[in-house]
């Protein structure tokens, strides 16, 4: 990805052949959807105005086929409490086959944030750089190949461009955010930009002729490799992380009065600590089969109103969802504004029911846990609080389970045959989450697992997990 | 839809048989996703706060399975310039099987809207109730069953209620929108809700047990009802329409100096155009394939940046597209603000492609000439530019065309078998297009037709289309 000529040093080509060229590199990701290789193409445009983006884009469009180039554009979104900073592009993410040219993106938005502070506080923007860079890393291992852009022009150059344009394009040139007159934004600029800009093809916009063929024949270099990085970096393997106790299930026994009461206390104090705090909440139920998810849900909802909470049920992805990161169809899903979420399974999928069926690969569900772990920790950061619960059950009392779903008229639409069949692999699943638990267990989000033999006792332990880790949030 | 029975009228039914079938109906709805009557339920949630709308949804999801009973909250929109009013509600539609819940919805924002004003405009609110009914019935013959409900409280039972609110619970009452302590504001809404109360089930909120089940059972009913409205309403066969002279194509010369000239100053004129103008603009091409539809693109963004606007090259649905009303994936691809919108292919694909390839019924494709006139009247009422145009080829410069394209590098990978094949069906496709050209060429949104055997002509002939349309917009 780091630029190795500069726009001068590129070799003007012939205009048609490398039309050409893009047009069938364009149709080789095209037909590489759905296929063992699927990629997509994001291509993010970054820069100093005028430098010639918009130009260089709409050239592109020329040489390209225009149909299959799609380009998107956003006025820079000022950073959300509890809104990860990629949360406005996630319809920008291209599906396997597309290719989508993104202005107004992270950089634009971290740039924006900071070019307006009088002494910008470098440190913080090194550490959104760190996100970025983790974010598309994640990107790029998903299919989604990332391209950035930088387009450059000097002081001089910039401020003789602004005394040209044409009075009708003034006020689209105003709306881009940052004052071009301005020296000292300009160098604030620059001094930020340097930070990034040695990871991206830096485009000079001195000559129009020069700017627009570096440009696209590095994406058409970039098409052209697409094959051989298909197969992405091999992981190194993590070992089996060792079966926690708490998965054997030990038996507990509640007293029913006792359950009831405290029930009562906790469901209120969890309504309110929930509606109280001033984060989002993501609450994350795992478990087997009939391990009382859908009940321990009911109670924490008790005394909430349907609007204040939102229940997700995931099931198989979607086709059009399986186009693009795994992680894209829960990022659609996280609280829009100040909210409470709850995941009837989660992105957990990926090294669960996806490693263990094999939907996923050894090297993709080895990965993931260090993806997740990522992923979780950007939402954690943009303020929400992330609560993780492992319903556990025994074999036989799932057994006992099923029956009485079968048994029980409005339950037994909750059990197939495919559950039965389950079963067969428990031990695999086993080890699955042993692992998951292992190795996605970390501080600021850590797993509850709870046995639910007793479901008196498991209901009671998911409250008081859930107020413990609000608790421990709110510390933070 | 009209409510029969009172809430109090209501007999209360055994729960657990009430859960059953509720969950049975679920079950067959959900089942029915992919089939010949795939069907969703979209149930509008409105009334007076405290009357128990939350309590009543948390009851049917503890009858229901809640993991196939979606949940959406909205607090009220006011109405953006642009916008159509179900523009924010695009994500709530639900897929066939599914059942969404909407508190928040375009009654809620209609009633927020009105009650604010001291002397409401009741004409401009029945206009706007005739808006939503012409657009649910929409969703109504395409899949998507409305149910509306009304929850009713009378003033005395509501201030009671408010004094009562437990204080952990004011902040979340206090979000939605009206002073419901202000008598003024509560009788206005009674009597602006008395414009179509009677299109909704009405529940009275007084009594617990009996709006629950009032609620639940209604709802059961129109569940268990569905097969039955499974075929729609028949439509009334519209008669075949004259075919349009322009549709066999004069042929036109233009001097290539002329041309040039021409394009030039036109091209200029309409970029500053569609820049100047407050609206949203929406550009629709049809046409045969190689009529230039790409080619007229590229004049009318010439000199706009690609950051001013958007191509959609529509191709064939997906599955997740196809399982909701067919306008739906139109809607979401919009302009969000002001902005320009350019469809290469567009919704009128239901009465060219679908009709003549069978895709959609003779019912379907009959009843859409009128769906789409509402379509775009709801968007030119909210402040766009809905601009038509028609490119017309003849079926010999077509056959030249595909063989030019056949013999060019950069062009062959725009023709395929399938277009050779598509030529067959050639007087099919322009008695669709002479039909639709009749029925959907309004006032407000004429269709051009552009005879482009001569390609420099036709592209003159596309700019001064937009220019001509973009003035009568401004007039109107």
């Not at 995941?343 to 263990?356: A, N, Q």
């Not at 992923?375 to 319903?391: A, M, N, P, R, T």
Request: hydrophobic share 35%.
């Amino acid at each position: 990805m780091v630029l190795d000529i500069k726009t001068s040093e590129i070799q003007l080509r012939d205009e048609d052949q490398l039309s050409l060229d893009l047009i069938e590199a364009q149709y080789a990701l095209k037909h590489s959807r759905d296929g063992k290789c699927g990629k997509s193409v994001l291509i993010l445009v970054n820069g100093v105005e005028l430098a010639g983006k918009g130009e260089a884009v709409k050239q592109l469009r020329e040489w390209m086929d225009p149909r299959y180039l799609i380009v998107k554009a956003n006025t820079p979104y000022a950073p959300e409490y509890g809104q990860p900073f990629w949360k406005p592009y996630c319809d920008a993410i291209p599906a396997e086959g597309q290719i989508v040219i993104l202005f107004g993106n992270w950089y634009g938005d971290a740039v924006f944030e900071f070019v307006h502070q009088k002494h910008p506080d470098v440190v913080e923007f090194a550490k959104r750089l760190e996100q970025i860079r983790s974010f598309e890393q994640y990107l790029q291992h998903n299919q989604v190949d990332v391209l950035r852009f930088w387009f450059d022009l000097d002081w001089a150059s910039l401020q003789e461009r602004l005394d040209d344009v044409p009075p009708s394009q003034k006020k689209w040139h105003r709306l881009h955010g940052l004052d071009w007159r301005n020296k000292q934004h300009y160098d604030r600029l620059q001094s930020l930009s340097a930070l990034f800009k040695h990871e991206c093809c830096v485009i000079d916009g001195s000559d129009p002729e020069y700017r627009d063929q570096h440009f696209a024949q590095k994406i058409l270099q970039h098409l052209q490799d697409l094959p051989e990085r298909c197969h992405g970096v091999k992981q190194t393997w993590l070992s089996q992380a060792i079966r926690p106790e708490l998965l054997e299930v030990p038996q507990h026994q509640l007293d029913d009065s006792v359950y009831k009461k405290k029930l009562k206390k906790l469901s209120r104090k969890v309504a309110d600590a929930l509606r109280d705090t001033p984060k989002n909440v993501i609450i994350a139920f795992e478990g087997m089969d009939a391990a009382g998810k859908g009940g321990a849900i009911k109670r924490i909802v008790k005394h909430l109103d349907p609007r204040e909470y939102s229940v997700h049920s995931i099931a198989a992805p979607e086709k059009y969802e399986l186009r693009r990161p795994y992680l894209w169809r829960f990022w659609k899903k996280l609280p829009e504004k100040q909210g409470i979420c709850i995941f009837d399974r989660t992105w957990y999928g990926r090294v669960l029911v996806e490693r263990v069926e094999g939907f996923a690969s050894e090297n993709e569900w080895q990965r993931a846990y260090d993806e997740i772990n990522q992923f979780e920790s950007q939402l954690i950061e943009s303020g929400c609080v992330v609560i993780k619960l492992w319903l556990a059950i025994s074999l036989d009392e799932q057994a006992e389970r099923f029956k009485a779903r079968e048994e029980t008229p409005h339950k037994r639409f909750k059990i197939t045959e495919e559950d039965w069949r389950n079963r067969e692999k428990w031990d695999d699943y086993l080890v699955a989450a042993s692992d998951m638990l292992h190795y996605t267990h970390t501080a600021q989000a850590p797993w509850y697992i709870v046995a639910t033999d007793d479901k008196h006792q498991a209901r009671i332990e998911v409250l008081e997990a859930i107020l413990k880790q609000l608790e421990a949030s709110e510390e933070s």
